[in-house]
């Protein structure tokens, strides 16, 4: 493949129907966005959001309401067993069977997948996700840990361009965490586009290129992690004043000057352009004096925060 993107969702809709009376639910509402080649793509979103739901229409596992999807140029429904062969998933919820050893997890998931014996790689999948010494253990005895590194590799027993991990450090600790970000980064850096949901801000932040992210079912923002890191660019100050305040000082550094009470006023400015000692002196040479003062840093959770509390549709 060229560089088209490694998926493409256009208009995904998703109605979860109750089988018997019941509320529908509108799980997605409409997605579309294109995840590009060679990243790792973060599809960020509180619980509920609709992650799940928009991997498991990837896996085939949830029966989309409309749209389409391609991966790696192959549509869902029309192709749907190339598509199915572009992709590994590791799913959010850890199953398989307890009593298969790691090698035999991998062996199988190899002939589902109609790979010869001499061509499979089980060996070499366990040692890319460092459970090399654990290949003939029973799969029950893994820790946690373990378990979700035998994941990744069993979704990468068929050698698909495009990995995708559902909150894959959801209620795991900081070490195993950090184990999974590396392993994601290493398969990333040998060519693999990676597709990873969460709902940690600072994880999307760290291992990111891009970040989509969705909110009761709608996409509120698709840009690279620079740009939205770029958002947190503002810094807040509050000043309480000594008297009430007239007219709203101005000035060329301030992105923003709102009242909050007779004699408080927050302005945001750009922390690269400016800072809280200019920003008081400014307010000072417009006649006022500065009674109190409090700062704060904008980060990605104010981006965040900011953007889904937006009213849907605005
Ligand atoms: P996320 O993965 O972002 O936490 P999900 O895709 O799991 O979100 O869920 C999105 C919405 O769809 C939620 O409101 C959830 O309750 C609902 N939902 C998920 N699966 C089903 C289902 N099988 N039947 C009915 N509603 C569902
Ligand atoms: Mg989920």
Redesign the pocket.
Known sequence: MTDQPAIVIRDLV?R?T?AKGGEA?L?LKGVSFDVPQGQIFGLL????????????ILAGT?TKTSGTAEIWGFDIDKDRRNAKRAIGIVP?EIVFDPFFTPFEVLENQGGYYGISKPLRRSMELLRDVHLADKANATARTLSGGMKRRLLVAKAMVHSPPVLVL??PTAGVDVELRRQLWQLVSEMNREGVTVVL?T?YLEEAEALCDRIAI?NH?ELIADKPTRDLVGMAREKLVVLTLDRDVGEMPSHPAFLKCESKGERVIEITYDKDRSNAGEVMSLVQAQGYAIVDVTTREADLEDVFVKLTSEPAGA
């Not at 979103?45 to 498991?56: C, D, E, H, M, Q």
């Open positions: 998703k979860y109750p639910k799980a979103g509180p619980n509920g959001a609709g992650k799940s739901t928009l991997i498991n949830v959010q559902d909150e949901t709902h969705i079912g």
